[in-house]
């Protein structure tokens, strides 16, 4: 977290009404945009927005610092808008990348089963059920040093394969379509990476022998770790030099990529926040409905 985060999130604790009305202020739009894209009315997605403060509130202190503040108050929306079909006797999908091919078959398809390999069994992760937690946080370590890596040498073919396997769920023919690459270099360049990630994950769990480990894994873990982490989506600079078209030839492509050909929610919201951003009047009106009826649940706290 940056230290503008950290002192936020201290005020936040303390019972500070001047630091919830900036938290509120700083995440309602993209949060609002989101829930937009989620449900059919406004005010239902205000309401939602309005509920993800107030369970932000009710549960900041599980918030160990595990993903940035952003990313945890998208996962407990998600929450909030299953919830709210799951009210209306509808079974909505949430996925983080809006991404659908003709051969697509939605909800049958298993990150676990595109990264299949012995350099990354199941055992890596959940040995017991103690052990879930710790090994869920080598795999998220493992993956934002992976993301990190590629991004820093700027192997954005490689970082587009990573999303479109583990973050969008793709296979692997699916994805050399959309790359225009052979299957083939996704499948060398898929195994590379899983080769890496377990090698992370063995230099930081405390046994790297097959020993002892069990035959299954949770379903779509990595690409749980993957949403709440997030570690390739472009920052918010990053973002705002896009809408301007100032980012360097390749930062532009893989940005384009990412929110518009996997259609990253998350980012999307974001880009649709500073694309209105002058828009004040209106977020005024919401800031004040949205920190009018959550203060109280920060002065309880107090």
């Known amino acids: 977290m940056s230290e503008a985060d950290e002192?936020?999130?201290?005020?936040i604790r303390d019972g500070d009404q001047d630091g919830w009305s900036q938290f509120v202020s700083r995440f309602q739009v993209r949060l609002l945009a989101y829930a937009a894209r989620q449900v059919d009315q406004v005010a239902t997605a205000e309401d939602l927005v309005q509920d993800t403060f107030v369970g932000f509130l009710q549960s900041i202190d599980s918030y160990r610092k595990q993903c940035e503040l952003e990313s945890f108050l998208f996962q407990i929306l998600r929450r909030r808008i299953v919830d709210h079909y799951r009210h209306l006797g509808r079974n909505r999908e949430l996925p983080a990348c809006e991404v659908r091919t003709a051969e697509r078959e939605l909800n049958q398809v298993d990150p676990i089963n595109l990264v299949a390999s012995d350099a990354?069994?199941?055992?890596?992760?959940?040995?017991?059920?103690?052990?879930?937690?710790?090994?869920?946080?080598?795999?998220?370590?493992?993956?934002?040093?992976?993301?990190?890596?590629?991004?820093?040498?700027?192997?954005?073919?490689?970082?587009?394969?990573?999303?479109?396997?583990?973050?969008?769920?793709?296979?692997?023919?699916?994805?050399?379509?959309v790359l225009k690459i052979s299957e083939n270099e996704v499948a060398v360049v898929k195994r590379r990476m899983i080769e890496r990630l377990a090698r992370s994950i063995q230099s930081m769990t405390k046994s790297s022998s097959d020993e002892s480990m069990p035959d299954s894994i949770p379903t779509n873990l990595l690409t749980d770790v993957w949403e709440s982490m997030r570690p390739s989506c472009p920052k918010r600079t990053t973002l705002g030099k896009y809408t301007l078209k100032i980012l360097p030839p390749d930062w532009d492509e893989f940005v384009r990529f990412h929110v518009g050909t996997l259609g990253c929610t998350f980012c999307n919201a974001n880009l649709a926040e500073l694309q209105t951003k002058h828009q004040a009047p209106e977020g005024t009106s919401q800031h004040e409905r949205f920190f009018n009826s959550t203060i109280g649940f920060l002065n309880r706290r107090c």
């Not at 002192?7 to 005020?11: D, K």
């Open 7 to 11: 002192h936020l999130l201290a005020l």
């Open 120 to 177: 990354l069994s199941a055992s890596a992760y959940a040995r017991n059920h103690e052990q879930y937690d710790e090994d869920k946080l080598s795999l998220a370590a493992a993956i934002e040093k992976l993301a990190n890596e590629l991004q820093t040498a700027a192997k954005f073919r490689d970082l587009k394969i990573a999303e479109g396997l583990f973050y969008a769920q793709l296979r692997s023919l699916e994805l050399a379509k």
